[in-house]
């Protein structure tokens, strides 16, 4: 079936840092992205909604300079983290979506962010 | 607005016990996409169902079954005869008036043996 690739599944890096974080569809094209961050025990929160060829729509209270989307292909949207922080720690999930409101949602594996 | 509330933070129950999640939504669209997904601590996100506001029929799938019910706005999940490795977040989701999908607070299950 269907599946969304992310990668790295695990980062620890130095305060400063920025983090690039990707993910692909693997055997279909996606058209709309969608970034997630979940803190430890809490929900999923969508960051924004990367579509390919145009910008990303942030929800309210994302920095979009801090959290840069680019979705150059149908089958690669990147996540960079800009000049990570601690409270920037957390677990980065994306989705992809086909085009249709009846093609379901494929969720990567997330990426777990640990910043030192 | 949409919303979904996942009123159960966490539930703990003993292997062979049957439990039920509970999930209310709400939005105005009249076309609209209710999922379930399990989160064991590893992480991933592991998609169970799917549900479009047009088919109220309930569904079973295994050991799973699913409730929805539009006049109470809720699409409640039971599992019957719990294990152990269902111990796991679980997350209902609501996805109306576009491709966003927004995510209740989630229900802490732990099966114990």
């Known amino acids: 079936g269907a599946v969304v690739s992310q990668h790295p599944s695990r980062v620890i890096c130095k305060s400063g840092t920025s983090v690039k974080i990707e993910c692909r569809s693997l055997?279909?094209?996606?058209?709309?992205m969608f970034w997630y961050r979940q803190f430890p025990k809490q929900s999923l929160m969508l960051m924004a909604t990367?579509?390919?060829?145009?910008?990303?729509?942030?929800e309210q209270g994302v920095e979009k300079d801090k959290f840069l989307i680019n979705h150059a292909s149908l089958t690669l949207s990147t996540l960079t983290v800009t000049s990570a922080h601690p409270e920037d720690s957390s677990f980065y999930i994306c989705?992809?979506?086909?085009?249709?409101?009846?093609?379901?949602?494929?969720f990567g594996d997330g990426t777990r962010l640990s910043i030192l | 607005a949409q919303k979904v509330t996942q009123a159960q933070t966490e539930i703990s129950v003993v292997e062979k016990e049957d439990v039920t999640l509970d999930c209310v939504y709400e939005?105005?669209?009249?076309?609209?996409?209710l999922f379930w997904y399990k989160q064991p601590p590893s992480g991933e996100l592991v998609f169970l169902i799917r549900r479009n506001s047009f088919d109220e029929q309930n569904e079973i799938s295994g050991r799973y079954s699913w409730n929805f019910q539009k006049s109470t706005s809720s699409f409640n999940f039971t599992i019957t005869a719990s294990q152990v490795v269902d111990s796991a977040v679980y997350f209902c989701a609501l996805s109306a008036g576009g491709f966003k999908t927004i995510f209740g607070a989630g229900t802490r299950l732990f099966v114990k043996a």
């Open positions: 939005t105005r669209d009249t076309t609209y996409y």
């Open positions: 989705s992809a979506h086909t085009q249709g409101r009846n093609q379901p949602q494929h």
């Open positions: 990367s579509n390919e060829g145009s910008k990303a729509t942030y």
């Open positions: 055997d279909f094209q996606a058209t709309t």
